[in-house]
């Protein structure tokens, strides 16, 4: 059975209950809103065309060893599309290797509606975003752009003006931006993955060794960027 086909009102068990976990334990120090959240789109696997199982190994890969680096934190791969191929094979290799269960979640929804629609607070959220850093385009970086108002678009421009391949970078939200005030968002940090697809710049014409090497650049650019956000 396929477990993307749940609503994406189902909240993961876990999720609420590591919650309730991190609340009562005895460092009390501790409590849901000290935790860290990212979600992640799946870097490179729609309109710039990487392969799924390659994409599926870096992510596992580099997740598990985030996650064994650095305490108090929560990563969460979302996919839109239902049945989603990729979050099938993620969750079956998460499983395999044992991968922290109440740490990292998979989620079918959309990455601008976490909250709202499934009730998982995300406070950092990634974009798979284009080289020019631009608006539009489809995709998650469409979704991102539209959903947080032109104010990103400004916000990102102060930051940076283009990015290269494999490299990432924070952008804050303000306090009034739709999705900091509706979801919770404080920062969305943009990274830009391989790409496959000879429409799109910067093709790698299936090097795949060039492409696993970005596309595990990206992910630990994107980690430690997640990692270095000031709460
Ligand atoms: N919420 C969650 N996941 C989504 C959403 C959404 N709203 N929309 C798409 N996905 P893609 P790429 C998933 O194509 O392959 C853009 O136009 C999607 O199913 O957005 O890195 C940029 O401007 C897939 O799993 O990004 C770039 O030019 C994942 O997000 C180019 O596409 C990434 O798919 C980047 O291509």
Known sequence: ??????????????????????????HGAVTASDIQT??????STADFQFNHEKA??????????FLSKV????????????????LSLVR?????????SKRF?????????????????????ANAANWRLRPGGGGVNAAIFSAAGQALEIATKKRAETLSPGSSVVVPL?????????????HVIHVLGPNMNPQRPNCLKNDYIK???????????????????ER
């Open 211 to 229: 492409g696993c090497k970005i596309l595990r650049e990206a992910y630990s650019s994107l980690f430690e960027s997640f990692a270095s956000i």
């Open 1 to 26: 059975t396929e477990n993307s086909s749940i609503p994406v009102r189902n909240v993961d068990k876990n999720f609420t209950e590591g919650k309730e976990l991190m609340g009562g334990s005895s």
């Open 174 to 186: 303000l306090p009034n931006s739709p999705l900091y005030e509706r979801e919770g968002v404080t």
């Open 56 to 65: 599926s190994d870096i992510i596992i890969e580099k997740v598990d060893e």
């Open 92 to 100: 079956a290799k998460a499983a395999q290797k044992h991968i922290d």
């Open 71 to 86: 305490e108090n934190v929560r990563l969460v791969l979302v996919d839109l599309i239902p049945g989603s191929h990729m």
């Open 38 to 43: 990212l979600a992640f789109p799946s870097i």
């Open 105 to 125: 979640f998979t989620v079918a929804g959309d990455i601008t509606r976490l909250y709202t629609e499934s009730g998982f607070r995300c406070n950092v959220i």
